[in-house]
């Protein structure tokens, strides 16, 4: 190694203390640019680059850096996928009403278990407990962490050690390893499957019940459907049973929706208030699937048994913070408007946005994209969106989306095209079909944003 080229290179101190340098310690403090300064002379050294960089490169190289350090890991993307509620993408977007109210919680002490009228201690869940009870007509009501929680708690609480009872075709596993069985195993449940995978019928019920059964479970097959050949037993059907021999029937419904979405001319999926009035004594839904709102795992049901789970000791390691609740509550309000709640909650607004709206603003979309991409053919094509998070995946909603592809066919042109998207200011995710990157544009609403930081789109 040649000992004078080391010499090149200049010390930290020297650098810090260069003109330009100063509003970087000023604005990003002295640790770390020492931190910036050191890093860039050890990677000179190990790359045996020896020369030393003029000052406003000294500059340049390390507001990069310190800039880098700055952006935050989560951030917002354009989710143009597809999918409306894509788990990998956080699922619902919240409201502005939801939006209002975490702000006005989040950097000020709350009355969150704080009675204001008798100034005693008061109980989280009376936030949302008595607007859970009018739009559902349940008897009583408790949330927590997401819905995979709340069917552990349920189970936990009411069939420890005791045996659970559901069908060959409900044993499903949803993204992300959500499997009943396991579930049902850490919440120290026998399970006791019946039936077999595509039929299952009331005697299969009927005959597995013993001394040790605590509940029959029904489970919402979310994700996937069986046809053919196929029998299950209806949910009315099953309370009638379970009423007989004095046994509580839970359902676990997955996404659960709060109304009707065939007046939407949406798929249909059921909602807690047909499981209460199917005669379901428990009930567990999500609270970012088609409610719209805030990761939370929602639980219903009757008074007695909802009192037993607040009981329960891992209700308290399972419990929702202030800034879920105070985004729950602002949903759950806006279903107190349902006049209004298309335009307001996001959700639902994007599954219902008209196929005609989506396809114009593709035309719009498709001048500015054919404005950067010189080497690219981009086609408006009807497309069909996904309701996601585990609703039917069948039920496909007609959209548009944007197909872009090469004049000139070559390699690993589409993957560095998806790949220069993701690294946008605002990432734009897209899918790769049939030899094009895809864009739905179902899910973009800030149009304005999306064209604007087109310009930066690396070739
Ligand atoms: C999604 C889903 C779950 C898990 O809910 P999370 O809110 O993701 O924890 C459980 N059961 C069913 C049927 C589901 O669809």
Not at 25 to 54: C, H, M, N, W, Y
Not at 182 to 197: F, P
Not at 290 to 302: D, K, N, R
Not at 360 to 374: F, H, I, N, S, Y
Request: glycine letters at 6%; aromatic letters at 4%; a neutral charge.
């Amino acid at each position: 190694m040649n000992k004078r080229d080391f010499s090149t290179l200049p010390s930290v101190d020297r650098v810090l203390n260069l003109p330009s340098v100063q509003p970087l310690i000023e604005r990003f403090g002295r640790s770390s640019v020492v931190d910036a300064v050191r890093a860039v002379l050890d990677e000179k050294r190990q790359q045996k680059d020896f020369t030393a960089p003029d000052e406003p490169e000294w500059e340049a190289t390390c507001r990069t850096r310190l800039e880098a350090d700055q952006q935050l890991s989560l951030r917002p993307v354009f989710n143009l996928t597809g999918t409306v509620l894509h788990t990998n993408l956080g699922r619902a977007p919240l409201s502005d009403e939801a939006k209002r109210a975490v702000e006005s919680v989040l950097t000020q002490p709350s009355n969150l278990e704080y009675d204001l009228r008798s100034g005693k201690r008061g109980d989280r869940d009376d936030h949302i407990e008595p607007l859970i009870l009018r739009l559902t007509g349940a008897q009583a009501a408790t949330v927590v962490n997401n819905n995979a929680a709340a069917v552990f708690l349920v189970l936990n609480t009411l069939a420890h050690k005791k045996e659970v009872i559901v069908s060959r075709g409900e044993l499903i596993e949803i993204g992300g390893a959500f499997r009943i069985p396991d579930i049902m195993a850490r919440a120290g449940c026998k399970l006791v499957e019946v039936g077999t995978t595509n039929r299952t019928h009331l005697k299969d019920y009927e005959q597995a019940i013993g001394a040790k059964t605590a509940l029959l479970l029904k489970v919402h097959t979310s994700n996937y459907t069986i046809q053919g050949f196929t029998a299950s037993v209806d949910e009315k059907s099953l309370c009638a049973l379970a009423r007989n021999r004095e046994l509580p029937l839970m359902v676990d419904l997955g996404s659960g929706t709060l109304v009707d979405l065939k007046q939407w001319g949406l798929p249909a999926e059921p909602t807690p208030q047909q499981a209460l009035a199917n005669g379901a004594q428990i009930i567990t839904f999500s609270g970012d699937k088609l409610l719209g709102g805030p990761q939370a795992g929602i639980i219903v049901g009757e008074k007695a048994l909802v009192a037993r789970i607040k009981r329960n000791a891992l209700k308290r390691a399972l419990r929702v913070d202030k800034i879920t609740l105070a985004m729950l509550e602002a949903t759950l309000k806006l279903y107190l408007n349902p006049e209004k709640l298309v335009e307001r909650l996001p959700t639902l607004r994007l599954l219902t946005r008209p196929a005609a709206e989506i396809e114009a603003l593709c035309a719009r979309v498709k001048q500015w994209l054919e404005g950067v991409l010189d080497d690219a053919i981009i086609e408006i094509q009807p497309c069909k969106s996904q309701i996601g998070s585990g609703s039917l995946p069948i039920d496909l909603l007609p959209s548009f989306g944007l197909a872009i592809r090469a004049k000139r066919h070559s390699g690993k042109w589409l993957e560095e095209l998806a790949s220069s998207f993701r690294a946008l200011p605002i990432p734009v995710i897209g899918r790769v079909e049939n030899d094009a990157l895809l864009f739905d544009l179902r899910c973009l609403e800030d149009e304005a944003a999306f064209i604007r930081q087109l310009n930066q789109l690396s070739s």
